[in-house]
């Protein structure tokens, strides 16, 4: 039962060089070629079918300034009901030291964004891989602020009904009352 709650409780899972933040922000370091990914996405909490933005941030671990001129290639890898599968972007260009590409997951799952990217400035070269957890969303499903409304709809019925049951039973206690003192 752990495992199974679990992810759904904690959907980022720590890497090696990864960490999470509270913004969902991913870090992934390469302190051989001295930079820093910084990798979050768009909505925090991916669903299915909805398309997600994946944004990349490439900075000098040192200065925190960002690389320029980089060119890059996202890999989007799941492995679900028993088989692999990817989808690639390539060719990406990053003049100013970021750059994202939009993805629709298809199915749920815990998704592997893999990176390669290179700065032709100062000719190296990273690889980066982060998680991604995508959840199912099934049609029709509610967002929160829909589910808060039906839950003070809901509370404000159950109210009411008390509050009508409460007067419907005082009025037949009174007329109770009243037949055994006429009799």
């Known amino acids: 039962m752990i495992l199974v709650v679990a992810p759904l409780l904690y ?36 669903i299915t079918d909805t398309p997600t933005e994946l944004k990349f941030d490439v900075l000098n671990l040192k200065t925190g300034d960002q690389l320029k001129n980089l060119s890059a290639r996202v890999i989007i890898l799941t492995s679900s009901n028993g088989e692999e599968s990817f989808y690639k972007y390539t060719n990406l260009t990053a003049p100013a030291g970021n750059f994202s590409v939009s993805y629709i997951f298809p199915t749920d799952g815990v998704y592997k964004v893999l990176s390669k990217i290179e700065s032709k400035d100062i000719s190296t070269l990273t690889l980066a891989s982060f998680p991604v957890f995508v959840s199912f969303q ?33 009025v037949i206690r009174k007329r109770r009352k009243e037949k055994k003192q006429n009799l």
Do not use: C, R
């Open 11 to 46: 959907p980022k899972i720590h890497l090696v060089y990864a960490q999470n933040s509270i913004n969902k922000t991913q870090i992934w370091l390469d302190k051989l070629n001295n930079i820093k990914v910084e990798f979050s996405h768009s909505p925090t909490n991916p």
């Open 138 to 170: 099934p049609v029709g499903a509610m967002n929160s602020n829909m589910m808060s409304q039906s839950f003070l709809i809901a509370l404000l019925t159950g109210v009411t009904a008390a509050i009508v049951i409460a007067f419907f039973l005082i």
